[in-house]
């Protein structure tokens, strides 16, 4: 029963490498969403996905792309990554009885 | 959405009882009330929902008065491992599209020995 699966755990880009963050799903939840989390603060939404094949903006989506490869699967994409993405990245899925969350994505850009 | 008030931070001592109150003066007919618990370097995870009354489970109890503009989540006997960020989120979860919560800030409780 694994719940919402993030990988990888922790990385370091230099300034304007490229990634993809990988979220997986079990729950056969419908929502899906990136959200991030900077020191002392609360989530901020990235992106989300109401469903398979559409995505929508959140609060913070400069700098990001998405992609929801099917009901399982949400990946967040740095195209060119900065210092001020340095965070730590949550994705979560939900249904009626509320949002369940991976353990993160620990990302510095140096 | 509904807009979230709560206090920044608490303090308690293990073994009492803690409250935490959640102001949402818009909440809207179809919204829930739900609270989320988060530890250092892990992703929040719920604890409790509710719409109307009190609702209990075995790790906290939920109480909304009638007029449903405040919340207090209650954790009885809190121990040193309770030391986490409680958020209050309100939204209408019985729609199918996505919920779009918005994380305040939340309460940070400490536990103190």
Known sequence: ?110 | LAKTTQPISMDSYEGQEVNITCSHNNIATNDYITWYQQFPSQGPRFIIQGYKTKVTNEVASLFIPADRKSSTLSLPRVSLSDTAVYYCLVGDISSGSARQLTFGSGTQLTVLP
């Open chain 1, 1 to 110: 029963n694994a719940g919402v699966t993030q990988t990888p755990k922790f990385q370091v880009l230099k300034t304007g490498q490229s990634m993809t963050l990988q979220c997986a799903q079990d729950m056969n939840h419908n929502s899906m969403y990136w959200y991030r989390q900077d020191p002392g603060m609360g989530l901020r939404l990235i992106y989300y996905s109401a469903s398979e094949g559409t995505t929508d903006k959140g609060e913070v989506p400069n700098g990001y792309n998405v992609s929801r490869l099917n009901k399982r699967e949400f990946s967040l994409r740095l195209e060119s990554a900065a210092p001020s993405q340095t965070s730590v990245y949550f994705c979560a899925s939900s249904d009626m009885g509320g949002y369940t969350f991976g353990s993160g994505t620990r990302l510095t850009v140096v």
